[in-house]
């Protein structure tokens, strides 16, 4: 069964920087495209990155240049450095993991991400 444990949240000030790390189990990682997703409070659940097993990395335009998305393979974990932070990134952020050419995807509880101004 898969598995997927979010940690790192918190709550930080405005231009400071969190590191978000998920570790996976219960799935062939190497074989998923991990994702980092948030949702802010009344709002849609949204991409902010994502990253295949070779490397591969996609980004919201919100985040790009602030964040950066990284997979270890051999330790089953995919980060999001979040720097240069703003108030507007508050949100819940979550891990995902989508097995490649199929529609089968697992979710993290979510962890809090607060930045204050």
Do not use: H
Request: glycine fraction near 12%; charge should be positive; include cysteine.
């Amino acid at each position: 069964q898969a598995q997927l444990v979010e940690s790192g949240g918190g709550l930080v000030q405005a231009g400071g920087s969190l590191r978000l790390s998920c570790a996976a189990s219960g799935i062939s990682f190497s074989l998923n495209v991990m994702g980092w997703y948030r949702q802010a409070p009344g709002k849609q659940r949204e991409l902010v990155a994502t990253i295949t097993s070779g490397g591969t990395t996609n980004y919201a335009d919100s985040v790009k240049g602030r964040f950066t998305i990284s997979r270890d393979n051999a330790k089953n974990t995919v980060y999001l450095q979040m720097n240069s932070l703003k108030p507007e990134d508050t949100a819940v952020y979550y891990c995902n993991a989508r097995l490649l050419g199929s529609r089968i995807t697992s979710w993290g509880q979510g962890t809090q991400v607060t930045v204050s101004s």
